[in-house]
């Protein structure tokens, strides 16, 4: 406790919240092209879909593991062009931050950090794989992270 000039006590400044980017890395990156040279063919337009995936483990400490995994594929007449798997990772620090806001952060604002990077690689592994860089959309996590607690609500209710 402090004392001000009025005589009044203080309880001391909570430290302010710090999320910090520890570390980030490639965990898993796999880039198939089955039909080459076939497959790299210009004027294609293939359908494209991907799949984002966020998972967290704590580590020691204030130190929390999150991972963002990106599926994807591209099709053209049932054929698949290419199909890529990226698990990307990063090492974050979190302190002073209310529990209740914890989890939200862990799995709206760390996916949200590591996407750029991840966003990256793809596209150069795409191009690298003889197609134009493949520029993947922005993710709302704020979104997927709401579908993710609905899923998970409605699998915890008795039926």
Known sequence: ??????????????????????????????????????????????????????????????DVEVELKLDGKAELSGNVLFSFDLLYAGVFR???VPQENLHPLIMIECPRLLFPFAREIIASAVRDGGFP???????????????????????????
Do not use: C, W
């Open 1 to 62: 406790m402090t004392t001000t000039n009025g005589g009044q006590t203080q309880a001391p400044a909570q430290p302010p919240p710090q999320l910090n980017v520890v570390a980030q890395y490639i965990k898993d990156l796999s880039f198939e092209n089955p039909h080459a040279p076939q497959s790299v063919t210009p004027g294609q337009h293939p359908q494209i879909s991907i799949q984002i995936n966020v998972n967290a483990k704590p580590l020691q400490g204030h």
């Open 94 to 96: 979190i302190q002073n």
């Open 133 to 159: 860089p493949l520029m993947l959309d922005p993710v709302d996590f704020v979104g997927l992270y709401r579908q993710n607690m609905e899923r998970q609500a409605a699998a915890a209710k008795p039926s």
